[in-house]
């Protein structure tokens, strides 16, 4: 894939705003029924993270993946993990070609700029590395060779949560390389027989979406969202709430400070969606959930109550305290 080595003049908020509402209404056409994971999946993709997708099958993760990237003018690839899944077949490798008698690289699936990592807890912990090195350095080490990764690189991998019998589940130190851990969850009724009308009305299974953005574009979208304000009280609310899981009595190691700042990242992503240019109290809440929920390690005797990071971060949205969203409000009126 090309690099993007121009970026255009990073717009302002309002026309990010009206551009991701364009993308989220095309995404939409073909995606029912996710609303809340398609924003937040777009605010992380904003804040240049990655997103997990850890729910059970059939309920259109894939298509949410390959929607958006068809959207957002993306080079899209899909790697289906599987127990016999080797490095190489993530990164490329180098292969001998006989017309010039030299060993030529052939470039991998990570190559790409938006790459769906299907079932990645279905293959070894050794290809699991190198995706989660590509995530957190943008770049691949292949025969002692490094290649930096092109802009924008985003990750989006499912997992399914119950079943486990030949997966190699994903420690907690390597769920922290996601920036959000989120589920679409059952459609209502209404919307499940949508998703069959639709079906039905296009007469074939394949979907197929114009791009409203190029890539070059999207990389702006995200310089935008630098300019975003975030008041000092806003970021103590951040500190203060990663703070909190470590000392849950529930918790046996708890969020670190990329944790907090995930708030902050995330947060400033959601703010802009909504047309603002600074961060309420609001959209830290809204966050917190996938933002912390999969970055606790829980204490082994809280197994056997059934206690779950995400109600422990629940439970703490309740306790700590924010500052005030009319004073924020105020300052910038």
């Not at 080595?5 to 995404?27: L, M, Q, R």
């Not at 990164?91 to 991998?108: H, M, V």
């Not at 306790?319 to 105020?330: D, E, I, Q, W, Y």
Request: glycine share 8%; hydrophobic share 45%.
């Amino acid at each position: 894939m090309p690099e993007v080595t121009e970026i255009p003049e990073p717009p302002d908020v309002p026309a990010i705003a009206a551009v991701v509402a364009e993308v989220s209404a095309s995404v939409e056409s073909v995606v029912v029924g996710a609303g809340r994971s398609l924003r937040l999946t777009m605010a992380a993709l904003l804040a240049g993270g990655h997103v997990l997708l850890e729910d059970v099958p059939g309920l259109g993760k894939t298509l949410l993946a390959s929607s958006l990237a068809q959207s957002l003018g993306l080079d899209f690839r899909r790697l289906q993990c599987t127990p016999d899944l080797l490095p190489a077949d993530v990164t490329g490798s180098y292969l001998y070609d006989p017309t010039s008698r030299e060993f030529a690289f052939r470039p991998g699936p990570i190559f790409t700029g938006l790459l769906l990592a299907d079932e990645i807890n279905r293959t070894p912990p050794k290809t699991q590395s190198v995706l989660l090195e590509a995530m957190q350095e943008r770049q691949v080490t292949i025969e002692g060779t490094t290649m930096r990764l092109a802009r924008p690189f985003h990750v989006l991998a499912t997992a399914n949560p119950v079943e486990y019998e030949g997966t190699y589940p994903l420690p907690e130190a390597q769920l922290d390389r996601f920036l959000l851990r989120l589920d679409i969850g059952y459609p209502a009724a209404d919307e499940e027989a949508e998703v069959l009308r639709r079906r039905l009305a296009r007469r074939r299974e394949e979907t197929s979406l114009s791009p409203v953005i190029d890539a070059g574009e999207f990389t702006a979208l995200q310089a935008g969202i630098e300019t975003v304000d975030v008041d000092p009280d806003v970021v103590r609310y951040c500190v203060d709430l990663a703070s909190a899981t470590r000392s849950h009595p529930a918790v046996e190691v708890g969020a670190s400070p990329r944790g907090a700042l995930a708030l902050v990242l995330v947060g400033r992503a959601l703010a802009v969606l909504d047309g603002r240019s600074f961060v309420l109290p609001e959209d830290v809440k809204e966050c917190a959930v996938p933002a912390l929920a999969h970055r606790l390690t829980l204490r082994p005797e809280t197994w056997t109550t059934g206690v779950t990071g995400v109600e422990v971060v629940t439970e703490l949205l309740g306790k700590v305290a924010g500052p005030a969203t009319g004073r924020l409000r105020a300052n910038r009126s």
